[in-house]
């Protein structure tokens, strides 16, 4: 595969990531007050809750989340430049420039992230948070392929 075409599908994983995580978290904000929840299902909840930490919080109210995220992404971008070419590697690149750019646009617009799906003993977190998890998740699965023979998807 050339990168052309990579570049082409990592910017539109990050762009539907990006505005599916932006409307829901817009949806959220205006129908949920700061601080309620709603059940939906198996002890889910919909919650509206802000972090101004990174995952779990951590680093909260540090001016180095900003830096640190962004410095990740420098790299990212600097990664996938010169691996394009392999396969699938567009996937992990989007889902994470997505997961990362939504949460980094809250950060600039309300110096927090809202965070809206809350599981039993599990932290609060959004799609952008799925996005990135998921983005880890395959980027594991396309540097494990190590032999280089399969078709590009």
Do not use: C, Y
């Amino acid at each position: 595969m050339s990168a052309t075409p990579a570049w082409s599908r990592a910017a539109l994983v990050l762009a539907l990531v990006l505005v599916a995580d932006q409307a829901t978290k817009a949806l959220v904000r205006h129908s949920i007050d700061a601080g309620d929840s709603e059940r939906v299902m198996l002890g889910a909840r919909i919650v509206h809750v802000t972090n101004d930490g990174v995952a779990f919080g951590a680093l909260a109210g540090s001016g180095l989340v900003l830096v640190v995220v962004l410095a990740a992404l420098a790299g990212l971008i600097a990664w996938f430049a010169r691996n394009a070419s392999r396969p699938l590697v567009w996937l992990p690149t989007g889902l994470l420039l997505g997961g990362a750019l939504g949460n980094v646009l809250d950060r600039v617009r309300a110096g927090a992230v809202t965070d809206f799906v809350k599981l039993p003993a599990w932290p609060a977190f959004n799609l952008a948070d799925t996005a990135i998890t998921f983005g880890v998740l395959t980027l594991l699965l396309v540097l494990e392929r190590s032999d280089g023979t399969d078709d590009a998807v």
